[in-house]
């Protein structure tokens, strides 16, 4: 059994232990050592356990001070992540599903923009317009990870400022499979110059539509957004299908 399977196996049984022990927001786990001897494994798979289910929502891991069950919205957002884990491995293996997550963002972040526009304040707009300066910043650093996390970072500024609870949970706990969305989708967009002016341009007009308070706007630009992702996509697709088909081709000169 990999050590990933592991440790996925001691984050059920670390949530089993948070149920059982009915541990409120703030309660301390015991010891590293004495959780390890516990549920019998490795340290090191408890940690990477703590780790992950820190990035969820449920703990919080501080450097000296132990483990504690983590505050009501992040468990929530904890709930909205753990139904998609099993598929996430489906999400990343097989890029078709990419297109059934570009159709999820098309109906989610359309309302989030919409809703930004008319309730964002002034604070929200500044995280916009900064996140918006790191996303460009992000590109050609040779970073694919990092421009993708910064292009989720600004669609969630985005769904931040909609201040609408379920809407904004809902993006959170989409986050890790949005990230995975833009990452694949990065992979291939931005090999072609072509693209990265008009994703720039929309992502722009993005941000100006919320920061001018027209949610009519907002909306059509994140649709427009997301259907030339989508349109994109499929042609870089199948252009990549033409290629290889033609790569099977018998020579003429064999």
């Not at 139904?83 to 999400?91: E, K, N, R, S, V």
């Not at 008319?118 to 996303?135: G, H, N, P, S, Y």
Request: net charge negative.
């Amino acid at each position: 059994m990999s050590t990933q399977r592991i440790s996925d196996k001691v984050a059920a049984q670390l949530r089993v232990l948070v149920d059982e022990q009915q541990l409120q927001p703030g309660d301390r786990l015991p010891s590293e050592r004495a959780l390890a001897v516990q549920l019998g494994v490795s340290r090191t798979a408890l940690r990477e356990a703590i780790a992950q289910l820190g990035s969820q929502g449920l703990l919080v891991a501080r450097v000296g001070g132990g483990t504690y069950v983590a505050e009501p919205a992040a468990r929530a957002r904890l709930a909205l992540d753990e139904p998609l884990a099993p598929y996430l491995p489906l999400f990343q293996g097989d890029p078709e599903y990419r297109f059934d997550v570009l159709e999820i963002r098309h109906a989610l972040e359309g309302a989030t923009a919409w809703h930004a526009a008319l309730r964002a304040t002034d604070e929200d707009r500044a995280r916009i317009a900064q996140a918006f300066q790191t996303m460009m910043d992000a590109h050609g650093k040779d970073d694919p990870a990092g421009e993708a996390r910064a292009d989720a970072a600004f669609h969630l500024s985005i769904a931040e400022a909609s201040h609408n609870l379920v809407l904004l949970q809902v993006m959170r706990g989409l986050f890790e499979l949005l990230q995975t969305n833009i990452s694949q989708s990065r992979e291939k967009l931005y090999t072609a110059s072509a693209t990265f002016s008009p994703l720039s341009d929309q992502h722009r007009e993005m941000m100006d539509a919320v920061l001018a308070g027209d949610p009519e706007r907002a909306r059509a630009a994140a649709h427009t957004h997301l259907e030339f992702v989508h349109t994109t996509l499929r042609t870089l697709d199948e252009d990549e299908a033409r290629r290889a088909r033609a790569s099977r081709l018998p020579s003429p000169h064999g």
